[in-house]
């Protein structure tokens, strides 16, 4: 009988890509009692599945193995590169020593074919050519031969592409990969370590994928180490020192000094908040006012004069409480009459950074109680003072948090402001020549605006010490200087000048020294001799001063007189009421009695003598005459 065949079995995967291998081994059963394994030959064919197209051409051996009962033949497909892919029958008949064929037996989807898929290859892979090598921060190209490879697909006719960002570009004409790494990643011991890109590979009909290895090295350009962020409270500055975070390399990776890396600035994210300054490798950054916080990223470069390489450092400003404020523009120093009172609205001039306005706590205080008082309700600061002096009044504005801060705010109080003869008034007389009566005109040249204007004018003596002479303008003239003695000017007569005035200010202005002018002697005229006209004016002029000179000589005689008179009647008194004179009297001795007893002329009036500035402002002379010595008594 016919041997009979049993199910091939393969030896491993069903599933095959294009030019692979699969085996199969076969059995069968002699049927007869004289074959064996060794006298049977089986007989393979495969085809497409449900195509019945029977072939035998890829089978590249069957071979009889083992022996006895564990003898088989193992026979080879080998799946050619142009095969069609998809699922393959086979079928296996046998064979006995005596040509008796054996019935076909069908396997139906017995193996798979499948397209080979292109492979990124690794250390795994024979075909494998190593980790490429690629300078940081820069454009390298690296050939794929030995990188990837596809059974069936030339690489020129392979698409490779990847999401990573060190991914450039693919030349299939080159069969070249651009890559470009942006840093170099290293180890503990900071060794560099192989970076890995994810890179896809398509044949046309499947695609793979895997990851290829790169070694980063430097490229020569400087290199940054990371920065922590920096930080500084509002209003102040840091500066943070660069040279501990920069190292550098030549074109072959060697370490170099850092000492020839320049640095600058290329940009500060936030100017409004930080100005950055550099100076060799040390950074300044500086807030730009006391009250702005936030924060700015500073993109700093590093160069050795070929190459360079950028970096970011985040500098925060942290907020600080700040205590409330006060613009004090226009309210820093005031003048102020005696019993006037200042309002000043402080509430709008306040503010707060941190804190709501309304938050603000806010005191007045004074050497003088009551002086000043605040409201805190409406935000009005109430001052005034009964007495002249520089008064200082402190404003405390205090927040929530117990910050404060004082503002101090200087009072001038004044009972009257000064005016001063040269600057502010200039007066101008006439004449002043003796037997005149001046006119008197007065200039404002100073910066004040006056009214109710009050000029007070005397006439006093130098050689009395009286002010015989007075009178009151209420403008700057002119007015007309008469003395009372109807004559005009006399002999040491000097007038004297004082203003009173309101400015625009409303504050009352005093000149606080008497301007004084004296009366001159009329200068002596010299005239030709042929004009007796004149001769006879001149000598008139001449007799008139001589007279005047005599009339008080005269007077200074008979004063001195009296005064001699007085003091030996005073004399002889006190010696009669001493001695008795009466048993000696002589007859012939001539008697004084009626001369004694005589009336004496009355001395002048003992009126006290003016102080140098004259009269006091106000005074008559009727009122010097009775009260000027207890006025310089109180005032000595």
């Known amino acids: 009988m016919a041997p009979v065949a049993n199910q091939p079995t393969a030896i491993a995967s069903t599933s095959i890509e294009r030019g692979g291998s699969i085996q199969f081994e076969s059995t069968a059963l002699p049927n007869d009692m004289v074959d064996d394994m060794t006298t049977m030959t089986p007989t393979l064919h495969y085809a497409a599945s449900g195509t019945e197209l029977w072939d035998n051409s890829w089978i590249a051996s069957s071979d009889l193995v083992g022996s006895g009962g564990n003898a088989r033949y193992v026979q080879t497909i080998d799946a050619p590169l142009n095969a069609e892919v998809g699922d393959y029958d086979i079928r296996v008949r046998w064979v006995d020593a005596g040509g008796q064929y054996g019935d076909w037996l069908l396997s139906e989807s017995a193996f798979e074919l499948r397209n080979a898929l292109p492979t990124v ?45 060190e991914f450039i570009e693919w030349d299939s004409s080159s069969l070249e990969l651009v890559v470009e790494f942006d840093e170099v990643i290293r180890d503990s011991q900071g060794n560099p370590i192989p970076q890995g890109m994810f890179v896809t590979v398509d044949d046309g009909d499947d695609s793979n994928s895997g990851m290829m290895m790169f070694n980063v090295v430097e490229n020569g350009a400087p290199r940054w180490a990371p920065i922590p962020s920096q930080s500084f409270e509002e209003g102040g500055s840091a500066s943070i020192g660069l040279t501990e975070y920069l190292s550098d390399t030549d074109d072959n990776g060697y370490p170099v000094p850092v000492s020839g890396l320049t640095l600058e600035i290329l940009e500060n994210s936030n100017e409004d908040l930080v100005e950055v300054s550099v100076s060799g490798h040390t950074l300044s950054v500086s807030a730009l006012d006391d009250d702005s916080t936030g924060s700015s990223d500073l993109t700093l470069r590093a160069s050795d004069g070929v190459k360079s390489s950028d970096t970011v450092i985040t500098f925060h400003v942290l907020n600080v409480n700040d205590a409330p404020r006060m613009d004090m523009t226009g309210i820093e120093e005031f003048t102020v009459e005696i019993g006037d009172r200042i309002t000043l609205e402080l509430l709008d001039r306040m503010m707060d950074i941190d804190d709501p306005d309304e938050e603000i706590w806010a005191s007045a205080m004074t050497f003088v109680p009551g002086a000043a008082q605040y409201n805190p309700i409406t935000g009005v600061l109430t001052m005034a003072w009964e007495e002249s002096g520089t008064e200082v009044v402190t404003v405390t504005l205090e927040d929530r948090h117990g910050d404060a801060n004082a503002y101090m705010i200087t009072i001038t109080v004044v009972d009257d402001m000064p005016l001063f003869w040269g600057t502010d008034m200039v007066a101008t007389f006439s004449v002043t020549e003796y037997g005149s009566n001046p006119s008197v005109s007065i200039q404002n040249i100073g910066q004040h605006v006056l009214s109710d204007i009050r000029v007070t004018w005397t006439v006093c003596n130098s050689i009395t010490g009286i002010c015989h002479s007075s009178g009151v303008s209420h403008n700057l003239g002119p007015f007309i200087v008469h003395p009372v003695s109807g004559e005009g000017l006399g002999v040491g007569d000097y007038v004297t000048l004082s203003i009173e005035g309101e400015d625009e200010d409303g504050f009352d202005r005093v000149t606080e020294e008497q301007y004084r002018v004296y009366a001159t002697e009329p200068e002596e005229v010299i005239e030709e001799p042929e004009e007796e006209s004149s001769e006879t004016k001149s000598s008139g002029i001449g007799s008139m001063m001589s007279a005047g000179l005599l009339a008080l000589g005269l007077l200074l005689a008979t004063a001195l007189v009296l005064a001699l008179a007085v003091a030996l009647r005073r004399q002889g008194i006190e010696s009669e009421s001493a001695i008795d004179y009466a048993p000696v009297v002589s007859d012939e001795d001539e008697p004084y009695s009626s001369d004694l007893t005589a009336e004496v002329p009355p001395p002048p009036p003992m009126t006290p003598p003016l102080p140098p500035e004259g009269l006091p402002p106000g005074w008559t002379m009727e009122q010097w005459h009775y009260y000027g010595a207890e006025y310089l008594r109180r005032r000595g």
């Open 121 to 165: 290859l690794n250390s795994d892979h024979s075909q494998y050519a190593g980790i490429p090598t690629v300078k940081v921060e820069t454009q390298e190209r690296v050939s794929i031969l030995g990188l990837v490879h596809d059974a069936e697909t030339p690489l020129s006719m392979l698409q490779v592409d990847s999401n990573s960002p």
